[in-house]
Nanobody, 128 residues
Framework: QVQLVESGGGLVQAGGSLRLSCLHS????????TAWFRQAPGKEREFVAG???????????KYEDSVKGRAAISRDNRANTVYLQMNKMTPEDTAVYYC??????????????????WGQGTQVTVSS
């Protein structure tokens, strides 16, 4: 199994930035990809960004359209941590942000069904 712990959430003003972290533990050698999802009240959980853990081949990160140009996902394999940098945040970015990972090698899925392990989530609130 893989355990995930998110951190870095909080309150930020519109136009500000936030960096979320997702620490992986357990069978980290089996991880194929990690993604960030978010869920606002009354809405479905939606994909934000995803990144492959593959080495030796180039699989580009994926981003949801509304965060392209404002978000950057990155990973530190030695620290078993994936980061999500969010810039120029708006109140529409307010949600609980979840980290998820899968162990099926291939492209980076952008649906919840593509991920097996999930963190507990971290609240991000953007004030206007």
């Amino acid at each position: 199994q893989v355990q995930l712990v998110e951190s870095g959430g909080g309150l930020v003003q519109a136009g500000g930035s936030l960096r979320l972290s997702c620490l992986h533990s357990g069978r980290t050698w089996s991880i194929a990809a990690t993604a960030w999802f978010r869920q606002a009240p009354g809405k479905e959980r939606e994909f934000v960004a995803g990144i492959s853990w593959a080495t030796g081949i180039s699989i580009p990160p994926k981003y949801e359209d509304s965060v392209k140009g404002r978000a950057a996902i990155s990973r530190d394999n030695r620290a078993n941590t994936v980061y999500l940098q969010m810039n120029k945040m708006t109140p529409e970015d307010t949600a609980v942000y979840y980290c998820a990972t899968n162990i099926d090698w291939g492209q980076v899925p952008n649906t919840t069904a593509g991920y097996k392990y999930w963190g507990q989530g971290t609240q991000v609130t953007v004030s206007s």
